[in-house]
């Protein structure tokens, strides 16, 4: 092996700039670390699978870059519509679609951000780079360089041996170093799904009319052949993007059948929703175009698997993060907040080994405490929904697949999800109150640019705005979160105490959300029904209100060498 020169010598190399990747990176460079991002695509994110729904808990417990930048989103997200298909052919179809951010909150404060993968990682790998981290496209780490046992760097397709203090795998789910470095072994078939995408193109106009802000899920009885029948996670999702929409399918590589998918039983599902269900067959159908068709693999039941969950994710010298370390959620098949939240906290912990001068698996063993000590992380990998509706619907059992959908893809996420949302919002709070302000301007800034497609952080398209019209709305919305953040600042110790005081309670959200749930679901969803005459003006007053006013106001104060947005 040849040996590694002073050029090739980086205090952390980071593999794999997808959306884990460059958040790792990010940090380590801003440490002053000579840091490295190696992807084997031409370009940051070059993914097979182009594009998903990343939930606000990512964005708002995640970075503080993406939460306070301007990342290039394709459609705020206000809730879902599932459809339960009993019968295609009678039209025997129940829905369900309680999960919905109320208006006039919708759609400005949304559920979750639909974007394109590609952009989104090539965004973030940018802010990594212009942190001071080197990005090399089109080169693969094939294998990890080792001194003592210990690794010590990666060697790439290109021949290269390059040394690092510490390699962080951000390989994704199907990378090989994790395995190469004998950390893991390959993910059995019966944990991986293979996801079927359609690319739709769709005028902005029919995907606004037709789906809004709301993705669209179908669950169906085997025999109904609408969703993958084999394996485990039977469904089919529909993301609406800015003008284009994916249809996806998936299932595992290998069910309890041991059957494996079959590419003839994705068309025959595809056939029949798009000819069959009628909201796609009459209302969708004569709208679009197809772009492409695409397949990817995801890790998607690793955390079910007790043994799997408490497989190692270091060794000497390397820490696995995302979906290399396994955790792609279990729940809601969302694997972005964690591959964020993994990779800033190995950041940290490649960071303080450097400084310690010990990278041993001792040290780094502080990685796994942390992750196994992230509300969001554990409550996202080891819930058993998703999974569960399997059985649902191979039992016709239409109570039980009515309440996981309800329990996954309803207000019941609820009486799970309180619990972690509440820890990790008060963690948040504790250790800096001032976060309360840049999650309100986050979700106002993020609105405006995907009105305005002002994404990046130089491409904005502000001509369409007149400032002129900044009304006293706009001055007292500008005033009342100045005030907010003079308060929190001025007030951020106690506020940091009571947070860190409260927090245990956060375990009674979940016992009490299922004891009330049952009581407030039908009064909120009356409530929301009967209110709709005034909340529904006052949801476009507050689109209108977003519309018109100077971005500035929506820049968090504390976003640093980021032009003002009437610079561009
Ligand atoms: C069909 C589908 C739908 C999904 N939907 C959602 C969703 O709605 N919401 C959500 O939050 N998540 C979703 N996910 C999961 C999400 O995409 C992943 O959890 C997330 O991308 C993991 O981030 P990561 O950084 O760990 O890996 P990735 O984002 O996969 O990035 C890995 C990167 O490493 C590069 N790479 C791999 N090996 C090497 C190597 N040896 N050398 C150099 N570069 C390498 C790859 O090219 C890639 O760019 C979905 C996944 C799929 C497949």
Redesign the pocket.
């Known amino acids: 092996m040849a040996p590694i020169g002073a050029r090739n010598e980086y205090d952390v190399i980071v593999?794999?700039?997808?959306?884990?990747?460059p958040v790792a990176a990010k940090k380590c460079a801003e440490a002053g670390l000579r840091t490295l991002m190696?992807?084997?695509?031409r370009r940051?994110?070059?993914?097979v699978?182009s594009g998903?729904?990343?939930?606000f808990y990512?964005f708002l417990f995640g970075p503080e870059f993406i939460r306070d930048g301007n990342p290039p989103i394709e459609r705020p997200v206000d809730g879902i519509i599932n459809y339960i298909i009993k019968d295609i052919d009678t039209g025997d179809i129940d829905i369900e679609d309680s999960l919905r951010v109320p208006k006039p909150l919708s759609p400005v404060i949304a559920f979750?951000y639909n974007a394109y993968?590609q952009p989104f990682?090539e965004w973030e790998a940018e802010r990594a780079v212009e942190s001071g981290a080197e990005l090399r496209t089109s080169?693969?780490?094939?294998n990890v360089l080792r001194e003592n046992g210990c690794v010590r760097g990666v060697v790439?397709d290109t021949g290269d041996s390059l040394g690092a203090k510490v390699v962080i795998d951000?390989?994704?789910?199907?990378?090989?170093?994790a395995i190469k470095a004998g950390i893991r072994e390959k993910y059995p078939p019966d944990t991986i799904?293979l996801?079927d995408?359609y690319d739709y193109e769709m005028a902005k106009e029919d995907v606004d009319r037709i789906f809004g802000h709301t993705l669209r899920f179908c669950w169906g009885w085997d025999e109904q052949r609408v969703a993958p029948p084999l394996g485990y996670g039977n469904g089919l999702m529909v993301?609406p993007y800015r003008n284009s929409l994916h249809f996806?399918q998936?299932q595992c590589l290998k069910a309890e059948s041991g059957k494996v998918p079959s590419l003839k039983d994705f068309d025959e599902y595809h056939r029949n929703i798009t000819t069959r269900v009628p909201w796609w067959k009459d209302d969708v159908a004569p709208h679009i175009s197809l772009r492409s068709r695409m397949w990817?693999?995801?890790e998607i039941y690793v955390g079910l698997d007790e043994d799997l969950r408490n497989m190692p994710n270091h060794t000497d010298g390397m820490i696995l993060?995302?979906?290399?370390?396994g955790?792609?959620?279990t729940e809601?098949?969302?694997?972005?907040?964690?591959?964020w939240f993994s990779?800033e906290i190995a950041a940290d912990v490649a960071i303080e080994a450097i400084r310690a001068g010990d990278t041993s698996t001792s040290f780094l063993k502080r990685y796994d405490e942390r992750i196994r000590a992230h509300p969001i992380i554990q409550w996202s990998i080891s819930r058993t929904n998703r999974h569960d509706l399997r059985y649902a619907q191979r039992d016709h059992d239409e109570k039980r697949l009515k309440a996981l959908i309800h329990n996954g893809w309803g207000l019941g996420g609820f009486t799970h999800m309180s619990t972690p949302l509440a820890e990790a919002m008060l963690g948040a709070i504790s250790e800096d109150p001032a976060i309360v302000t840049s999650w309100i301007r986050m979700y106002f800034r993020y609105f405006y640019n995907w009105l305005y497609e002002r994404f990046g952080e130089h491409h904005g398209k502000l001509s369409a705005v007149s400032y002129g019209t900044q009304t006293a709305g706009h001055r007292a919305f500008k005033r009342s979160l100045e005030s907010l953040d003079r308060v929190l600042e001025r007030f951020s110790s106690p506020i940091k105490r009571a947070a860190a005081f409260v927090a245990p309670a956060s375990v009674v959200a979940n016992p009490v959300m299922k004891a009330l749930l049952p009581i407030l679901e039908p009064v909120y969803l009356v409530l929301v029904r009967i209110l709709e005459p005034v909340t529904e003006p006052l949801s476009k007053k507050l689109i209108d209100f977003v519309k018109r006013a100077d971005p500035s106001i929506f820049d968090s104060p504390r976003k640093k060498g980021v032009r003002d947005a009437k610079d561009f």
Do not use: N, Y
């Open positions: 593999v794999g700039a997808g959306f884990g990747g190696l992807e084997r695509g940051a994110g070059e993914k699978i998903l729904t990343i939930p990512g979750g993968c990682c080169t693969v780490a094939v790439t951000a390989e994704g789910c199907q990378g090989l170093l799904s996801a995408v993301w996806i998936d990817d693999g995801f993060i995302g979906d290399a370390a955790l792609e959620s809601l098949c969302d694997g972005v907040p964690a591959a990779a």
